[in-house]
């Protein structure tokens, strides 16, 4: 297991509360599933398999396992685009389709459901991701499918496009791009391929992050002097500005909300290095998260309440997770190499996040359950700012 | 004080009383809606409660018009800070000196921060950086609308490299002059 590390210098408090919620973690989950009953022919039904069965074994629930198994799959695959799939254990039989055709979503659809029905976990795979890569040369933003494959360009303005955020629908994708020599907030409409300016205030307009309910966007903004907190509401040009924080002499940025929308957790420097702290959207005072290390940086709040967010601990920069309500903090990267920007899959179990190795950066998905990390692209170049979107239909 | 309040308590009903109003003109005719139901739950109303309403100006940049070349050296900074130092102030007196002697230029002031830290935290910090810049500037007299910042967090490194030879480089404020 990587979920080691608990922090020596959290409070006592804390130490007795970790201990506990460390022993409810579902260690290891390794339900074994036997595929060889499971008809998938001709080109289409090869990508099927091959896809849910990467799937499958990224997902961290099971062991794809010769006959025998407890969990035997059956069923078929037919061309273009559905499969009839049996789990005779559990009596689960369902069809599968896609409208458009595509084998790999339906393998996604079927991966997700057998990690509701056989492992009881929340599904992920129907999602995508957007983040940048530097590949032309410039950084312009991306969208993959959750297994990293179905890559695609999706901005070319030859500046620098970064820190995309979902809406909560998985239609649009908010972002900072130099496009107009400025960094300004955009909105992308996948759906429409419709681009629009969201926010061009004087001086830095960026980190954008949608409210639960995607009627507000938490943003951090310079035009008062200062990088502060803000909220656009609702989240277009010319919506109305609601300032969070005033701190002239420090900055404000980062903000990521609570699954409620109750909260937003975000950095600030104001007391000497950037740290992290909790806001309530009902006022008061800021509260400082208790965790340790000299820089805390870049939260996002998970679906199911914990906060994933990079740390710096002895010299390197690492993912760490902390759970409000146990006072569990665990670090999920302890090589020796430096993470940042995590970003949570739906399914609240991984992290997709920034990894830098001998100057470049690559995705890679983190299980803080404790299973191995995975790359998520083949593709060369440099790749950063991955932003998980919930699932789609 | 009270008076202050009073008026703070009747423009928050008016909020609620508009927001109520515009919610109930809205619901007969509302089409479907990807950001749910067209009722707005409770949460929505505490936002502008809690937190103050601004208004900020959206950026003029259609009075910046070629840009010049220009000799102005960049002010450099200390690790994770934004202090402009007592050894750089010549240089941002320098630029002052420009735009007096200049009356059509304006700058653009570019904040840069090294690769240490992440990069969403120096897209803050260059920010910083370029604004203490320009609250020098218009300390010592130059008008708002002749300065603009930009942050390019750690994206444009003067030095490429992975040393503090370099980091020290790429801690800087540029000032890119325009006519």
Redesign the interface.
């Known amino acids: 297991m990587k979920t080691h590390a608990l922090c020596a210098a959290l409070a006592g408090a804390f130490l007795l509360a970790s201990a506990q919620a460390q022993i409810t973690v579902k260690k290891e989950a390794g339900f074994g599933l036997d595929l060889a009953g499971l008809r998938a022919d001709g080109p289409g039904g090869q990508t099927f398999k091959r896809t849910l069965e990467n799937d499958l074994a990224r997902s961290g629930w099971f062991t794809v396992v010769a006959e025998g198994s407890s969990y035997p799959i059956t069923g078929a695959f037919s061309p273009p685009a559905s499969a009839q799939i049996e789990v005779k254990t559990t009596g689960f039989r369902r069809s599968f389709s896609d409208a458009s055709g595509d084998p790999r979503w339906v393998a996604h659809q079927v991966a997700d459901a057998l990690v509701k029905q056989i492992a009881d976990g929340k599904p992920l795979f129907c999602s995508k991701l957007v983040m940048a890569g530097n590949r032309t040369g410039s950084w312009e933003l991306y969208l993959c499918d959750s297994d990293g494959e179905n890559l695609k360009q999706i901005t070319k303005d030859r500046s620098i496009n970064l820190y995309p955020a979902w809406s909560p629908d998985g239609k649009t994708v908010a972002f900072t791009s130099y496009r107009r020599r400025y960094p300004d907030l955009y909105t992308l409409d996948l759906s429409r391929w419709e681009l629009n300016l969201l926010a061009a205030y004087n001086g830095l307009n960026t980190s954008g992050a949608y409210s639960p309910n995607g009627r507000e966007m938490a943003l951090t903004l310079s035009a008062s002097g200062n990088p502060e907190l803000y909220i656009l509401r609702p989240p277009v040009k010319g919506g109305r500005l609601f300032r969070l924080t005033q701190t002239p002499a420090a900055a404000e940025t980062g903000a990521s909300w609570s699954p409620d929308g109750n909260r937003i957790v975000y950095v600030s420097d104001s007391s000497g290095s950037p740290q992290l702290y909790l806001l309530s959207r009902s006022g008061g005072e800021r509260t400082r998260l208790p965790v340790s290390g000299n820089e805390n940086v870049s939260p996002a709040w998970g679906p199911d309440g914990r906060i994933a967010f990079t740390s710096r601990r002895a010299g390197r920069y690492r993912i760490c997770v902390y759970s409000p309500d146990s006072g569990d903090l665990t670090d999920l990267t302890g090589d020796g190499d430096n993470y940042e920007d995590p970003s949570w899959a739906p399914d609240g179990r991984h992290i997709a996040c920034t990894r830098t190795t001998g100057g470049k950066n690559a995705i890679y998905v983190l299980d803080t359950m404790g299973k191995p990390s995975i790359p998520l692209l083949k593709v060369e170049g440099s790749w950063r700012s991955a932003a998980w979107s919930p699932l789609m239909p | 004080m009270m008076l202050k309040q009073g008026l703070k308590l009747t423009g928050l009903l008016l909020v609620i009383a508009l927001v109520a109003a515009s919610g109930c003109r809205k619901k007969p005719g509302a089409a479907s809606s990807?950001?749910?139901p067209e009722v707005m739950?409770p949460?929505?109303i505490?936002?502008?409660?809690?937190?103050?309403?601004?208004?900020?100006?959206?950026?003029?940049?259609t009075e910046f018009g070629k840009r010049v070349a220009s000799t102005l050296e960049p002010v450099m900074f200390k690790f994770?800070s934004?202090k402009l130092a007592d050894s750089e102030v010549a240089k941002a007196d320098a630029v002052a000196a420009f735009l007096n002697d200049n009356a059509a230029y304006k700058v653009v002031v570019e904040g840069n921060c090294d690769e240490r830290?992440?990069?969403?935290?120096n897209?803050?910090?260059g920010?910083?950086r370029?604004?203490a810049v320009?609250?020098y500037l218009l300390n010592v007299g130059i008008p708002e609308s002749k300065i603009?910042?930009?942050?390019?967090g750690e994206?444009k490194p003067a030095a490429p490299g992975?040393a503090e030879s370099d980091w020290s480089k790429n801690r800087r404020a540029d000032f890119a002059i325009y006519e």
């Open positions: 990807n950001l749910g739950p949460e929505d505490n936002t502008p409660s809690s937190f103050e309403e601004t208004k900020l100006d959206d950026r003029e940049t994770d934004a830290g992440t990069a969403e935290y897209m803050a910090l920010e910083r370029a604004q320009r609250a603009q910042t930009l942050s390019y994206e992975h």
